[in-house]
């Protein structure tokens, strides 16, 4: 296992509660834009940082739920598209 030399990196916390992470840390975490930060309190009140790599199954459940849609008819799609046709026929004055 690789030795990591022990550093000490700081950032700054925003009034909305976000910081940017030192580009070392991220580099060790190997965190990329989609990962997942987790962060665990332990027992001394110290937090440890692990960062995971997400994937679209990871993130699924966190999307809004989209209602379906009613179906829609053949014959309704038919009449909506002729009459979009001539809406853009007349406005095109011919």
């Not at 990591?4 to 030192?22: F, G, W």
């Not at 332990?42 to 459940?61: C, P, Y």
């Amino acid at each position: 296992m690789k030795q990591i030399p022990c550093m000490v990196y700081s950032s700054t916390l925003t009034s909305k509660n976000q910081t940017t992470l030192p580009k070392a840390v991220v580099a060790l975490l190997k965190a990329k834009p989609s990962s997942i930060l987790a962060y665990e309190v332990l027992e001394n009140g110290a937090v440890l940082l692990t960062a995971k790599s997400a994937t679209f199954k990871d993130i699924a459940d966190s999307f809004p739920k989209k209602k379906p849609a009613k179906p829609v008819k053949v014959e309704d799609m038919k009449k909506a598209m002729a009459s979009g046709a001539a809406r853009r026929f007349k406005r095109a004055g011919r």
